[in-house]
Structures are given as C-alpha cells and as structure tokens.
C-alpha cells in the first residue's frame, strides 16, 4: 500500500474577537475542506502546508506549529494518506485568489459553520481540535 503524505494548514482571522475559518472546495470532487497537499521534492509537512496554502488561495501565512493535528485514512484508490495540519493566522482583511484549476469555491466560516460545511467526519474533529486551541489562547 502506498502512503501520500500531505501538509495543510486551518487558516483563520479573527472578525470582533471570534475566529472565521477558510474552507476550500474541490473543484474535482464535491467536498469542503483547508487548504493542504502533497509533499514535494524534500519537502516536510511545514513546508508543503505553506506552498500549497499559497497555490490554491495566494495567502502568504506563517504556520503556529505549535498546533499541529496528524489525519490518517485510506482512500478509495487503496493508498494510505497521513496529513499533518498547522493552525495559520491571516489578517482579517486578507483577499483569496483562489486556485481556479483546483478551486471551485471558497468561503470563510465561524467555528459552527465550518463544522457544519465540512463533509468530512474526520475533517469536523480536526475542526473542533483548532477551535479548541485557538479559543484558549
């Protein structure tokens, strides 16, 4: 079995003191998700999580590592994915040129929403772990 490892990042701003997530959707399948992808070259999990936060919306972020949340599952194709995400504090006012190739939507969510647009399970309890931290800060 063969194991793709990817890194990925739950961007956020702060909007009156509350945390707004950005949420990406696919546009080559009918999912929601953060920004994340495929470890290239010598690439590590912090380095991917960057380049690909930047591909597919053009923010440039700074990763707070001490947030970081390791996904493993299988996919449909029969490999194993291991993903590691950071948490990644925009401006609020930062602007999302998304990746159109990639990208068919994007939005930015208050922790309730997000849960709720994710489709994911996985993906919700990744979400209520970033909540969860960035809340206590």
């Given amino acids: 079995m063969k194991t793709e490892l990817d890194g990925g990042a739950i961007v956020y ?13 696919s546009a080559s399948a009918d999912f929601w998700g953060f920004p ?6 010598n690439e590590d999990f912090e380095a991917a999580a960057i380049r690909e936060t930047k591909e597919e919306t053009n923010l440039d972020i700074t990763l707070d590592t001490n947030f970081n ?3 493993e599952y299988d996919m449909n ?4 994915k ?3 995400f950071f948490a990644a504090l925009v401006p609020a006012d930062s602007i999302i040129t998304r990746q159109v190739a990639e990208i068919s939507n994007y939005g930015w969510f208050d922790y309730q929403q997000a849960r709720k647009q994710l489709t994911f399970d996985n ?11 960035i809340s206590e800060r």
């Fill in 13 to 25: 701003r702060m909007v009156d003191n509350h945390p707004e997530y950005l949420l990406l959707k």
């Fill in 36 to 41: 994340k992808g495929h470890l290239e070259g």
């Fill in 69 to 71: 949340y390791d996904l």
């Fill in 77 to 80: 194709n029969g490999h194993h």
């Fill in 82 to 84: 291991t993903v590691k």
């Fill in 123 to 133: 993906l919700k309890t990744l979400m209520d772990a970033a909540n969860k931290y």
